[in-house]
């Protein structure tokens, strides 16, 4: 364990030294020049909304919105910090003096991955606590439900983390870069081929985006963050005609499960890729 | 020698990588190498001869195809005896945002020693290998054969008993190269086992008790350096009148006889041969201007072996002692 406390130690300094931590400040400086963007919540700025019932709205949309930043923004660093992180380190030949130590690869890995996971654990609370105090400065609302979201978008950073790492295990920067790029975009196709599915009445483009919604479960895991957010929660799935009988936005147990294992297999295999490679 | 005696013990190691379409690349071939204990040992061979490949494969870094390798009487990989192994690797790159201090702390952490022994070794190595002044100072500020001593303070920290070096001195200064001749005699005093991975022969020949010539993944030759040495010698002479039957005579005497104008090179097995040497001269009425006893160097052995280039040379063998070769001295 002091092994891996020690390589994830000195995976933050190196984070650091790289200017991570700029990255992290200047898109928390977004928040907090949004927050600081004067726009005064005004009765009748809805057709029919009391101030209050405006600013619960407008509380639950930023909500909303701010969560999927905090999502993107913490995807693209962890794919940023985490493409060629291992195979970076073994091209430089940094990895051969490590290696023959009396630690096991699996404590490097590890102890990379804890690093990584520190520096982007540090950066979503930063942002996720200037996203808070910018909607109660705006319109003097918290919404409680906006904690579980954020949680929920939490799934983001460490799937693409544990994703890219895991390529990093055998591929180049570039690669596991594009890797997890690739991922994405095919984890994007999930709810427009859903939506398309039910205009088109096609049973085949529904049962592609399911499968699709396996290969990459980023669909899932926004489903995950609309329920934490509750009524603030906005998932275009939601708008798309349900089958009688379904929901739209269908979240269960068994998802967040496959979540789980889906980091936890990504975090096997990258191991043992990183296991049986030589150096 | 039983397994504990030894400090490195290889049987029938092997590495096959695939190459273009499939084709594979043996960089080692069934190496079998025994390193006993409290010896300094030198691993030579030419570019590819997989000297680099064999250690890394005993230090974990690259999986062996085939074959097993024990170090300190432990399999290669147990954690135990890599606790007790110091490595410098030829292409070393550190972590250089860390100072001297911090990057022999973090080495001392991955060691598993304690802070007590980190704060009183560090200073220690530091010294060792000159750097104490600089301890303060990034790894990135060092020059590259600063950043070597500073690998080679890291690779002795933990004062392991078994040193692996790998071209240690390659980025080194002659006044480096001294400093760590002493550094490995030092280790060599103290009863450690260095292995030391060089292109330098004289440095291995002042430094080893023992080395291996590996070519194409295959050990040519191991022995201690001074049986190894002591199987060849050459007479350098100056002979006037060199006629026919002298050279006859000599060809019947020596193993390999060079003849360029008045100089001839004799290649004898052993140091008796020389007063034959000068009697079959003087008696075929040759006069003897002077005569050199020169004795091979590694250098010489290195390269005779590597382009003979047989695994199991028959012993003193220079080739054979026919017709005289016209050449010039061999220095």
Same mark, same amino acid.
């Given at each position: 364990?002091?092994?891996?406390?020690?390589?994830?130690? =000195?995976?933050?300094?190196?984070?650091?030294?790289?200017?991570?931590?700029?990255?992290?400040?200047?898109?928390?400086?977004?928040?907090?020049?949004?927050?600081?963007?004067?726009?005064?919540?005004?009765? #009748?700025?809805?057709?029919?909304?009391?101030?209050?019932?405006?600013?619960?709205?407008?509380?639950?949309?930023? &909500?909303?919105?701010?969560?999927?930043?905090?999502?993107?923004?913490?995807?693209?660093?962890?794919?940023?910090?985490?493409?060629?992180?291992?195979? &970076?380190?073994?091209?430089?030949?940094?990895?051969?003096?490590? $290696?023959? +130590?009396?630690?096991?690869?699996?404590?490097?890995?590890?102890?990379?991955?804890?690093?990584?996971?520190?520096?982007?654990?540090?950066?979503?609370?930063?942002?996720?606590?200037?996203?808070?105090?910018?909607?109660?400065?705006?319109?003097?609302?918290?919404?409680?439900?906006?904690?579980?979201?954020?949680?929920?978008?939490?799934?983001?950073?460490?799937?693409? =983390?544990?994703?890219?790492?895991?390529?990093?295990?055998?591929?180049?920067?570039?690669?596991?870069?594009?890797?997890?790029?690739? &991922?994405?975009?095919?984890?994007?196709?999930?709810?427009?081929?859903?939506?398309?599915?039910?205009?088109?009445?096609?049973?085949?483009?529904?049962?592609?985006?399911?499968?699709?919604?396996?290969?990459?479960?980023?669909? +899932?895991?926004?489903?995950?963050?609309?329920?934490?957010? #509750?009524?603030?929660?906005?998932?275009?799935?939601?708008?798309?005609?349900?089958?009688?009988?379904?929901?739209?936005?269908?979240?269960?147990? &068994?998802?967040?499960?496959?979540?789980?294992?889906?980091?936890? $297999?990504?975090?096997?295999?990258?191991?043992?890729?990183?296991?049986?490679?030589?150096? | 020698?039983?397994?504990?005696?030894?400090?490195?013990?290889?049987?029938?190691?092997?590495?096959?990588?695939? %190459?273009?379409?499939? !084709?594979?690349?043996?960089?080692?071939?069934?190496?079998?190498?025994?390193?006993?204990?409290?010896?300094?040992?030198?691993?030579?061979?030419?570019?590819?001869?997989?000297?680099?490949?064999?250690?890394?494969?005993?230090?974990?870094?690259?999986?062996?195809?085939?074959?097993?390798?024990?170090?300190? %009487?432990?399999?290669?990989?147990?954690?135990?005896? /890599?606790?007790?192994?110091?490595?410098?690797?030829?292409?070393?790159?550190?972590? @250089?945002?860390?100072?001297?201090?911090?990057?022999?702390?973090?080495?001392? !952490?991955?060691?598993?020693?304690?802070? *007590?022994?980190?704060? !009183?070794?560090?200073?220690?190595?530091?010294?060792?290998?000159?750097?104490?002044? /600089? /301890?303060?100072?990034?790894?990135?500020?060092?020059?590259?054969?600063?950043?070597?001593?500073?690998?080679?303070?890291?690779?002795?920290?933990? *004062?392991?008993?078994?040193?692996?070096?790998?071209?240690?001195?390659?980025?080194?200064?002659?006044?480096?190269?001294?400093?760590?001749? @002493?550094?490995?005699?030092?280790?060599?005093?103290?009863?450690?086992?260095?292995?030391?991975?060089?292109?330098?022969?004289? @440095?291995? @020949?002042?430094?080893?008790?023992?080395?291996?010539?590996?070519?194409?993944?295959?050990?040519?030759?191991?022995?201690?350096?001074?049986?190894?040495?002591?199987?060849?010698?050459?007479?350098?002479?100056?002979?006037?009148?060199?006629?026919?039957?002298?050279?006859?005579?000599?060809?019947?005497?020596?193993?390999?006889?060079?003849?360029? %104008?008045?100089?001839?090179?004799?290649?004898?097995?052993?140091?008796?041969?020389?007063?034959?040497?000068?009697?079959?001269?003087?008696?075929?009425?040759?006069?003897?201007?002077?005569?050199?006893?020169?004795?091979?160097?590694?250098?010489?052995?290195?390269?005779?072996?590597?382009?003979?280039?047989?695994?199991?040379?028959?012993?003193?063998?220079?080739?054979?002692?026919?017709?005289?070769?016209?050449?010039?001295?061999?220095?």
């Amino acid at each position: 364990m002091n092994g891996v406390l020690t390589l994830a130690g =000195l995976t933050i300094r190196e984070a650091m030294r790289k200017k991570v931590f700029i990255a992290s400040l200047l898109i928390a400086a977004i928040f907090v020049f949004w927050a600081l963007v004067p726009m005064p919540v005004r009765p #009748g700025m809805m057709t029919g909304g009391d101030l209050a019932h405006t600013r619960d709205f407008i509380s639950k949309l930023f &909500a909303w919105l701010g969560c999927g930043m905090i999502k993107f923004f913490s995807s693209v660093l962890a794919v940023t910090l985490a493409a060629g992180s291992i195979s &970076a380190e073994v091209d430089k030949g940094v990895l051969s003096v490590v $290696v023959p +130590k009396p630690i096991s690869r699996v404590s490097i890995y590890f102890g990379k991955w804890l690093g990584l996971l520190t520096i982007l654990g540090a950066s979503v609370i930063l942002w996720s606590t200037l996203l808070i105090l910018g909607i109660w400065h705006k319109t003097g609302h918290f919404h409680p439900h906006i904690l579980l979201g954020l949680l929920a978008t939490c799934l983001f950073p460490l799937l693409f =983390l544990t994703l890219t790492l895991c390529f990093s295990s055998f591929a180049s920067f570039a690669l596991s870069a594009g890797l997890s790029l690739i &991922a994405a975009g095919v984890a994007l196709a999930e709810d427009i081929l859903f939506n398309l599915g039910r205009m088109l009445d096609s049973t085949v483009l529904d049962t592609i985006s399911r499968v699709v919604g396996y290969i990459v479960p980023l669909g +899932k895991m926004n489903h995950w963050i609309t329920r934490g957010l #509750g009524d603030a929660g906005m998932d275009m799935s939601a708008f798309a005609p349900g089958r009688p009988g379904e929901s739209a936005i269908a979240t269960n147990y &068994a998802d967040l499960a496959y979540i789980i294992g889906y980091i936890v $297999v990504s975090t096997i295999i990258g191991v043992l890729v990183f296991q049986k490679r030589d150096l | 020698m039983s397994d504990g005696q030894l400090a490195i013990s290889t049987e029938h190691l092997r590495k096959e990588y695939k %190459g273009a379409f499939g !084709k594979p690349f043996v960089a080692v071939h069934d190496l079998s190498l025994s390193v006993p204990r409290g010896h300094v040992f030198g691993l030579l061979g030419p570019n590819g001869a997989g000297k680099t490949t064999t250690i890394n494969m005993l230090l974990g870094n690259i999986y062996p195809t085939g074959g097993s390798a024990q170090l300190l %009487g432990k399999r290669a990989g147990d954690h135990s005896a /890599r606790a007790k192994i110091g490595f410098l690797p030829e292409k070393f790159q550190f972590h @250089e945002f860390l100072t001297a201090e911090e990057f022999l702390d973090l080495h001392g !952490k991955l060691y598993g020693m304690s802070a *007590d022994a980190r704060k !009183k070794r560090i200073p220690e190595v530091l010294a060792l290998v000159g750097l104490l002044d /600089r /301890r303060k100072s990034k790894l990135k500020e060092f020059s590259k054969g600063m950043q070597q001593r500073a690998g080679l303070a890291q690779a002795i920290l933990n *004062d392991p008993d078994l040193v692996i070096l790998d071209e240690p001195t390659s980025a080194l200064d002659p006044v480096g190269r001294r400093d760590v001749r @002493e550094i490995v005699n030092h280790l060599k005093e103290n009863g450690k086992t260095v292995v030391l991975n060089s292109h330098l022969l004289s @440095e291995i @020949e002042m430094t080893c008790d023992e080395v291996a010539i590996l070519r194409g993944g295959q050990i040519l030759r191991q022995g201690k350096i001074d049986d190894l040495l002591a199987a060849a010698t050459t007479v350098r002479m100056r002979v006037l009148n060199i006629t026919a039957p002298l050279i006859a005579a000599l060809q019947g005497i020596a193993v390999t006889v060079a003849v360029n %104008g008045e100089f001839v090179d004799a290649g004898i097995r052993d140091e008796n041969t020389i007063p034959e040497i000068v009697s079959a001269i003087v008696g075929t009425g040759g006069r003897l201007m002077s005569l050199i006893p020169v004795r091979e160097t590694l250098e010489d052995l290195f390269v005779r072996i590597i382009q003979d280039g047989q695994a199991t040379p028959p012993p003193q063998a220079w080739g054979p002692p026919a017709a005289p070769v016209q050449g010039g001295p061999r220095r």
